[in-house]
């Protein structure tokens, strides 16, 4: 199973928490990843975001069906995105939009084994595979990437 964790691009500060909307930087920052992902990813692509509008703004630069799970909004543990996901039985590559600190604690405890406070910057991804080998289970980073980095491109 792939899982690709994405931190939602820039958004502007407002009182409500789920209404806050991209920048125009943060729409940069996801169309930037967007052209990154879409020849990266598999036909069996499931994507998820959280309910809040930057995330939701954020999956549309991809340009493709997503689902809204209340279980990826905002502060939500990171069991519940885990089984939204379905890790690590999964059969098909999970995209979950969503937030921090939420997603840097389920990067770190996939692959540390304890949910460890690390940031993903906004617009970011971490692209996590777990696969069996030898009767061995493993977790793979196979991407961690920025904005920033893209723009070199």
Known sequence: ????????????????????????????????????????????LHILASPAMRTRQTAEALEQKFDVQAALAPDRPVMDLLLAAGWPQ??????????????????????????????????GIIWISNRVRQESEQTILRAALSPELLKSQ
Do not use: C, Y
């Open 1 to 44: 199973m792939d899982l690709l964790l994405w931190r939602h691009a820039d958004a502007f500060d407002g009182e409500n928490d789920l209404d806050r909307e991209l920048t125009p930087k943060g729409h940069a920052q996801a169309a930037a990843m967007a052209a990154w992902l879409k020849p990266r990813l598999p036909d069996n």
């Open 90 to 123: 999964g059969n098909k590559t999970v995209l979950i939009i969503g937030h921090q600190p939420t997603l840097g604690l389920t990067a770190m405890l996939l692959l540390t084994g304890s949910e460890i406070p690390f940031s993903i910057k906004k617009g």
